[in-house]
């Protein structure tokens, strides 16, 4: 069974900083690009970033761009979102997902987790 | 404003069908056939529904179609039920240097 499962989020001030990570299994991790997408409270959904099977190809949407570092360690099957430069905006339930293997759709979601940038 | 156009919400009654839009431009829907769209129900994560414009994974329910024309997309479910109604997003690959965008969703309200 495919799970993806996001650490825990929280609450940071803006300016502020947070690593997420997302722990994968019951697929072979090192053969699937890896995306992030998030959810503002009451909104739709947003596309953060991608990062390909061996790590060669990323790319960010521009909200993101020079703040957000995105990166995978195959060998411990997990990815990352280094979360810089903190906004209000950034608030906002972050799921990490799984590119299919032969498209560019989300055949698995993970089950999201919180955070909030506020003073 | 998000890169992929959707109506605000749509809706129908038990055992109706309805159409759900997503206009998009030559860089993205109307470039390439790689059109998804999803269903997130309250609290949860999104749900792959239509893959590669009008490809059904396996699971879900075949009264669920997509379709495309142009620079549009189309979701279309048929003899709607009430665990249809939910917030459903459209996605489709960019060629511009993102490489995804969402669609602002439609929330389908069955009457």
């Known amino acids: 069974e495919v799970q993806l499962v996001e650490s825990a989020g929280g609450l940071v001030k803006p300016g502020g900083s947070l690593r997420l990570s997302c722990a994968a299994s019951?697929?072979?991790?090192?053969?699937?690009?890896m995306y992030w997408v998030r959810q503002a409270p009451g909104k739709g959904l947003e596309w953060v970033s991608a990062?390909?099977?061996?790590?060669?190809?990323?790319y960010y949407a521009d909200s993101v761009q020079g703040r957000f570092t995105i990166s995978r360690d195959n060998a411990k099957t997990s990815l990352y979102l280094q979360m810089d430069s903190l906004r209000a905006e950034d608030t906002a339930v972050y799921y990490c997902?799984?590119?299919?293997?032969?498209?560019?759709?989300?055949?698995?979601w993970g089950q999201g987790t919180l955070v909030t940038v506020s003073s | 404003q998000s890169a992929l156009t959707q109506p605000a919400s749509v809706s129908g009654s038990p055992g109706q069908s309805i159409t759900i839009s997503c206009t998009g431009t030559?860089?993205?829907?109307?470039?390439?056939?790689?059109v998804s769209w999803y269903q997130q129900h309250p609290g949860k994560a999104p749900k792959l529904m239509i893959y590669?414009?009008?490809n059904r994974p396996s699971g879900v329910s075949n009264r669920f179609s997509g379709s495309k024309s142009g620079n549009t997309a189309s979701l279309t479910i048929s003899g709607l039920q009430a665990d249809d109604e939910a917030d459903y997003y459209c996605?489709?690959?960019?060629?511009?240097?993102?490489?995804?965008?969402f669609g602002g969703g439609t929330k389908l309200t069955v009457l």
């Open positions: 997902a799984r590119r299919a293997y032969s498209g560019y759709e989300v055949d698995y």
């Open positions: 019951g697929f072979t991790f090192d053969n699937y690009a």
């Open positions: 990062i390909s099977s061996e790590s060669r190809y990323i």
């Open positions: 030559s860089s993205d829907v109307g470039g390439y056939n790689y």
């Open positions: 590669d414009v009008s």
């Open positions: 996605s489709s690959y960019t060629s511009t240097h993102i490489l995804v965008v």
